[in-house]
């Protein structure tokens, strides 16, 4: 999968969003997930569905997701390190 964990992950919060009801939005890394976006844990747990289909990895599932997640940059900062290894494999 060639996918920027970046735009897979803002692209499964506006999904979300969406999805949910809520009105779609600009999305930038800094923003807390819960307090920003609104966010539960089920929407977060949807959203980690969209990525695994997008992105072809579930970090939280390997336990390879480090600490907690609280903001849009943690998300996109453990994809990022989840998909390096694939990366470097098609280098």
Avoid: H, K
């Avoid at 949910?20 to 600009?26: I, K, N, Q, Y």
């Avoid at 819960?34 to 289909?53: F, H, I, K, N, P």
Wanted: charged share 20%; glycine share 8%.
């Amino acid at each position: 999968m060639n996918a920027d964990p970046a735009t897979a992950v803002v692209s499964a919060l506006r999904t979300v969003l969406i999805d949910t009801g809520r009105a779609d939005r600009e999305i930038a890394p800094p923003m807390l997930l819960g307090a920003d976006l609104g966010l539960d844990s089920l929407d977060v747990a949807q959203a980690v569905v969209l990525l695994e289909r997008a992105l072809g990895v579930d970090p939280f599932r390997t336990g390879s997701s480090g600490g907690p997640v609280r903001a849009v940059g943690d998300l996109i900062a453990i994809y990022t390190a989840a998909l390096e290894p694939s990366v470097r494999q098609d280098a």
